[in-house]
């Protein structure tokens, strides 16, 4: 599975941004696709994950009401929309696909990452 993923830069605290990520290759099951993030000397942490199968999100209680993980299905694109945006969203985004469907929301399961793409939010 090959994850290509776009979107984020540079906002200011209480703006929007909206990231996405397509997935090609071998894509099938009950499968999840989501994100997780990064900061400087931190571990990367999951952020929302959708699973394909059913539709059903998973959020970090640090992002819930603030951000949205939907899905194309017939594109196998997953976005994440991003709003009300604080200066410790600031992270490099991983897009993620798991291949059980998120039944564990940790980046040691994760099957493939796609590149990082860095949102930074300013105060």
């Known amino acids: 599975v090959q994850l290509q993923a776009s979107g984020g830069g540079l906002m200011q605290a209480g703006g929007s941004l909206r990231l996405s990520c397509q997935a090609s290759g071998r894509v099938f099951g009950n499968f999840g696709m989501g994100w997780f993030r990064q900061a400087p000397g931190n571990e990367r942490e999951f952020v929302a994950g959708?699973?394909?199968?059913?539709?059903?999100?998973f959020y970090a209680a640090s992002v819930k009401d603030r951000f949205t993980i939907s899905r194309d299905n017939a594109k196998y694109t997953v976005h994440l929309q991003m709003n009300s945006l604080k200066p410790e969203d600031t992270a490099r985004y991983y897009c993620?696909?798991?291949?059980?469907?998120?039944?564990?929301?940790?980046?040691?399961?994760?099957?493939?990452w796609g590149r990082g793409t860095l949102v930074t939010v300013s105060s």
């Open positions: 993620a696909f798991d291949s059980a469907g998120w039944g564990r929301r940790e980046a040691r399961i994760v099957d493939f």
């Open positions: 959708i699973r394909w199968s059913s539709g059903t999100t």
